[in-house]
Structures are given as C-alpha cells and as structure tokens.
T-cell receptor
C-alpha cells in the first residue's frame, strides 16, 4: 500500500542534541500525526496537525504541517535518554477511503547519555 | 483520550492453530481498526470494524484468515487463523479519538513456531 517517505531511517545522537525528522508525500493530506513507539507498546500520539502551515509544540517537541500539505517535520530539542524510540508520521486525507491513515516507515532514535 | 485494553500482550503459538485477540475501549466508538506491524516495520491496516456490519478488509487481507467480531461499540476481536511463522507480528487495535488523533492498544506480540 501507499507509504510516506520518512527520513532519516535512524539516528544516533548525544544527549542534549537537537533532532529533526521529516515526512513527505505525493498526496495532499488534511491531517498529519506524529507518534512515538517504545518497545512492547503501541504508538502514542505526540502531536496532531490539522491546518497547512500550522506549527505546534508539545514540550520539547515541535511539529509543522507543510504549506503544500504534502510534508511535515518533527523537531526534538535538547534530547534526553527517554526520547529513545521509533517515531512515525502518519497522514490522513479528507473523506472516504482517503481517511485511512498512511504511515511512514519510522525513524529509530538512539540517544547516548 | 480513550483507553484501550488489549490482550493477550504476547503469545507463542503452534503453526496451524488460531489466536483471538481482544480489544476493550473505555468509551463507545464507531470504528475500530486492526493493524499488523511486522518486525522492524511500519503499521499496515488489516481491516476496519464497524458495529453491526461486516468488517472492511484491506487489500491482501481476507476474512477467512483474519475474522473480526464487533459485537458492541466498546469491544472487538481479531482472530489470526491457521497460523504460520509468517504471521509472527505485533497486532494492534486502534480507535479514532476526536482531538487526539488515533489511540492504540499496547499490542499483541505473536510468535508462531
């Protein structure tokens, strides 16, 4: 099925560094969602974006809904060890079959204390 | 946000047998979604379960292999039938949670031997 282009695939950083990851799509979305998944758990919503150009923060996390509606990024500032996990983006269209979530392949983040 | 209780959390099953996974939501929801997440991969939608009607399956998934029940607005089951090692995955249920994107259960880690 359709998937989003999410990059980077993995990151290994030092504690305190900032992190940036992004997703791009060939389709326009009405909603972008960013999730984090830790081992043995389901994905947990970090940030939801509903409007082109929207910039939303959740603590040290900031995400933006691209103006073209085909991309989004997630930034994590001053990373800490508990940021370790896999981050997924997901996009959603407007109606009918387009309302299915389309997922990125994930960015695996490792933080060296 | 909605709270989803999914069980079992993990199981090891013999090939040729079936496993039924349960999801209980603490509020009434119209649609419940079942996903498969193969090792190291992103999420793939198996089917959408509506109360009172047959589930809608995605391409590549069939009812005989993954029968779904949705007896009421707070509960659903997914059965993985006639299992083979290729069915070893994490299975996740999810609901659309207004203003919270989609909420996920903690997943069922299935190993088929």
């Amino acid at each position: 099925g359709q998937q989003l282009n999410q990059s980077p695939q993995s990151m290994f950083i030092q504690e305190g560094e900032d992190v940036s990851m992004n997703c791009t799509s060939s389709s326009i979305f009405n909603t972008w969602l960013w999730y984090k998944q830790e081992p043995g758990e389901g994905p947990v919503l970090l940030i939801a974006l509903y409007k082109a150009g929207e910039l939303t923060s959740n603590g040290r996390l900031t995400a933006q809904f691209g103006i073209t509606r085909k991309d989004s990024f997630l930034n994590i500032s001053a990373s800490i060890p508990s940021d370790v996990g896999i981050y997924f983006c997901a996009g959603q269209g407007s109606a009918g079959n387009n309302r299915k979530l389309i997922w990125g392949l994930g960015t695996s983040l490792a933080v060296n204390p | 946000s909605a709270v989803i209780s999914q069980k079992p959390s993990r199981d090891i099953c013999q090939r040729g047998t079936s496993l039924t996974i349960q999801c209980q939501v603490d509020s009434q929801v119209t649609m419940m979604f079942w996903y498969r997440q193969q090792p190291g991969q992103s999420l793939t939608l198996i089917a959408t379960a509506n109360q009172g009607s047959e589930a809608t399956y995605e391409s590549g998934f069939v009812i005989d292999k993954f029968p779904i029940s949705r007896p009421n607005l707070t509960f659903s089951t997914l059965t993985v039938s006639n299992m083979s090692p290729e069915d070893s995955s994490i299975y996740l249920c999810s609901v659309e949670d207004h203003n919270y994107g989609y909420t996920f259960g903690s997943g069922t880690r299935l190993t088929v031997v």
